[in-house]
């Protein structure tokens, strides 16, 4: 089973116990090939990461389940992102952006064992949750943000002054109506890095410069 695994994501003596519990609690039988497995009890849950590691987070738990044979336990694991248009060298690309660094979305019908597999696995800190009880969140809740708008729009530049620390409103997007403080300032790219609350936590996003308006003092 370990040798499934990278070198930095091996079992551990302790898992090899909660291995052979989630073996032991595995239902008889396989599902057809193709087949996508189904839980009435799975729920979405947030795993907190290393900021700029979302992706590996992601990459290790797939290599985790399919390790721990937990097709059956795990579903969709995804990384909030938004495609974004960037200017190189005078060329457009368009690139899939993290917009909420450090979280992963896992659906997962959890129990005491298969939290230890995935908070076990390298460059995860955590759960979100409330005390000792990781928060399920609807899938309402998730799509509200995973959905975001799938397309970038140009708009001219604008001619506005804005200073680190300063509170504003974001107007248009995702995060429309949320107020938070200039934590950085891009005046080529003409966007600002807004230090928003998601979930109780401080989060950046970046928003354009005609996509906020300065708070009322």
Not at 9 to 26: C, D, Y
Not at 120 to 149: H, K
Request: net charge negative; aromatic share 8%.
């Amino acid at each position: 089973m370990a040798d499934e695994l990278n070198p930095e994501e091996q079992i551990t003596p302790e898992e090899q116990n909660v291995e052979q519990n989630l073996e032991a609690a595995a239902p008889a039988g396989e599902p057809e090939a193709g087949a996508p497995a189904v839980n009435e009890n799975f729920k979405w849950y947030i795993i907190h990461a290393y900021s700029g590691f979302e992706r590996k987070v992601k990459e290790s738990l797939q290599s985790r389940v399919a390790a721990y044979h937990l097709e059956d336990r795990v579903g969709r694991i995804e990384i909030p992102t938004e495609p974004t248009t960037e200017l190189r060298n005078g060329k457009k690309y368009t690139i899939d952006r993290v917009f909420l660094p450090g979280y992963v979305f896992v659906e997962m019908a959890l129990d005491n064992d298969l939290w230890h597999v995935v908070k076990n696995t390298p460059r995860v800190t955590g759960f979100l949750q409330t005390g000792d009880q990781p928060n399920a969140l609807s899938e309402a809740e998730v799509n509200a943000m995973l959905n975001r708008s799938d397309a970038t729009k140009e708009k001219p530049k604008l001619k506005m002054k804005f200073s680190k620390g300063e509170q504003v409103r974001i107007t248009e997007g995702p995060f429309a109506n949320f107020n938070g403080a200039v934590d950085d300032i891009n005046e080529d790219k003409q966007t600002l890095k807004v230090m928003v609350s998601i979930f109780g936590r401080p989060t950046p996003t970046e928003v354009s410069f005609s996509n906020v308006e300065k708070s009322e003092e």
